[in-house]
């Protein structure tokens, strides 16, 4: 069955109306922007700096200020698939990142395609969005227009293939080796201006590029905390530790690869991007297209300082500005008139550890030896009590042998029990899950809601973890996300368009609403299977 959404009337006003007569034009060209571990508060604590894109992009937005993933695994992989389409990763299996495969009993790419092959350079690894059984907006999109285009940029892997939906006309993503890639998945070989910009790419170069401030310290004091700060990252120069700019690539550190730690590979990103949009006409016919890019960059940087660092706070400043040429360009080559933009993130985040303290909250880096030691205590009473071989373990993830626990007649409960008993014992180890629990669950709290939409029936461990809220497993520098608790579901949700004005909506929205949304703005119909509701502006 399928559900039809035409656009109302109200929705017209949120678009372009020609000079010479009423009817509204719908957009030609579609852009969704993710920037990876984009906290809302990057972009509201920054507000008053902002003169570039991210100035543009929230005046002429309608921002939804209450919106979130609703999936527990706030990771990359899950969240950019339920940007991309519309649906919670679980059900699909996109369950992680990379994850442990029950069948292939070995750790599983969520994009990884053993069938494809590599173009675009000999380095590199062939993704693809074979492993999903389903379709995501730019499918829906393709389906209703057959001329219609749509593009998938990004740093990660992952990002670009999640985006792109089950058949794009190209997924580009990075190779941690200077260049760009795809796989045969998708083309059999890259178009040309895909290679030429590999070749000028020339990412070596950077590593004599120094990170340094974009503007005067003292507004950096101002909206950020001091440029040194234990928990973050010194990975430049480092016999003493000292995190603070300038920051450049280590001479240990391959520069084609920590190319991309540092803010100019989403310059680069959106050079790229600019090719893309010139060299397949993109936003040109009345057949819309669909440009996605993936900020991945920002991820790692965020990952190594915090989102309250000084260098965050910079990453975002240079991000604003490279984002205001982009939108510049755009208006030169397609006018944008044209272009509807969205902007958002895949996942939240936990500031450091040692700055929610300081701030006077709960947080903490749990222990790897407590860890390995609670596992150690867990398979030896199984053992002692049952005998050996009834799970694999991944992480602090078990995966029962359930024909083998049934076989021996043993209720797989108990060995939940067990691993319960164990594992919450370690700082930072909430509780334990019962897979089958959460199924059957009735509650109708938000983390249950975000474990259900996160499960997939057989794919999911039968037994798995949930962290206290503030705690993380990445020690001893850095932050992480991950969880099911706000601060890494909540994310920025911008509608801009040049002739929308500023405006905020405090309705609860979900990451999922997004793609049947544009769906509904380019008359496209949504799928049944599409979990979200699209937006009545
Ligand atoms: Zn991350």
């Given amino acids: 069955m399928i559900r039809s959404y035409f656009w109302l009337p109200i929705i017209a006003a949120f678009f372009s109306f020609s000079c010479n007569n009423s009817q509204p034009q719908m957009p030609k060209l579609i852009i969704t922007l993710v920037v990876d571990q984009m906290r809302p508060d990057l972009l509201t604590r920054f507000d008053d700096l902002y003169t570039g894109g991210f100035r543009w992009l929230i005046d002429h937005g309608i921002w939804f200020t209450d919106t979130h993933h609703e999936h527990s695994y706030t990771a990359t992989g899950p969240g950019h698939f339920a940007i ?90 990075f190779n941690y080796a200077g260049r760009f890639i795809s796989s045969d998945y998708y083309v059999d070989s890259l178009p040309d201006w895909a290679n030429q910009f590999n070749t000028s790419l020339n990412a070596d170069a950077y590593k004599d590029s120094l990170w340094t401030k974009s503007l005067s310290d003292d507004l950096y ?73 993936g900020f991945s960059a920002m991820d790692w940087m965020i990952h190594d300082y915090g989102p309250f660092s000084q260098e965050i706070m910079d990453a975002f400043i240079k991000l604003d500005k490279y984002l205001g040429n982009f939108i510049e360009f755009l208006d030169k080559s397609v006018g944008l008139n044209n272009v509807q933009f969205v902007l958002t993130s895949d996942h939240g985040g936990l500031p450091l550890p040692e700055y929610v303290i300081e701030q006077g909250g709960i947080a903490g880096r749990i222990n790897r030896e407590h860890l390995k030691e609670a596992f150690e205590w867990i398979d030896e009473e199984v053992e002692e009590k049952f005998g050996k071989n009834f799970y694999d373990r991944s992480g602090g993830n078990f995966f029962l042998d359930l024909d083998r626990l049934k076989k021996a007649d043993i209720d797989p409960r108990v060995i939940y029990d067990i691993v319960q008993n164990y594992l919450p014992k370690v700082e930072g180890i909430e509780r334990m899950i019962y897979k089958e629990d959460i199924i059957t669950s009735s509650a109708t709290d938000k983390i249950t809601h975000r474990l259900q939409n996160m499960i997939h029936p057989y794919k999911t461990p039968e037994i798995f973890p949930i962290v206290t809220k503030g705690y993380i497993y990445k020690s001893p520098y850095g932050t992480e996300h991950g969880s099911p608790y706000d601060y890494d579901t909540h994310v920025p949700l911008i509608f801009s368009h040049i002739h929308s004005q500023r405006f905020s909506n405090a309705t609860p929205r979900a990451t999922v609403d997004i793609a049947p949304t544009i769906a509904q703005i380019l008359g496209v119909q949504i799928p049944e299977y599409c979990d979200g509701t699209a937006i009545q502006f």
């Fill in 84 to 173: 991309g389409s519309g649906q919670y990763p679980g059900r699909v299996g996109v369950i992680g990142n990379s994850f442990y495969d029950r069948d292939l009993q070995k750790n599983v790419n969520c994009v990884e395609d053993p069938n494809a092959r590599v173009v675009g350079a000999e380095e590199g690894k062939a993704r693809s969005y074979s492993r999903y059984n389903t379709t995501g907006l730019g499918d829906w999109v393709k389906s209703s227009f057959s001329n219609s285009k749509v593009i998938s940029i990004g740093g990660k892997d992952r990002t670009a293939v999640l985006l792109g939906g089950k058949k794009p006309d190209l997924a580009l993503y």
């Fill in 221 to 293: 004091l101002k909206y950020a905390r001091e440029d040194y700060y234990q928990g973050e990252l010194d990975d430049y120069l480092s016999d003493d530790y000292s995190p603070v700019f300038p920051i450049g690539i280590d001479p240990k550190n391959n520069p084609k690869e920590y190319f991309m730690a540092r803010p100019w590979f989403e310059r680069e990103i959106l050079n790229l991007a600019k090719e893309a949009v010139v060299n397949e006409n993109l936003g040109v016919d009345s057949s819309p297209d669909l440009l996605f890019i």
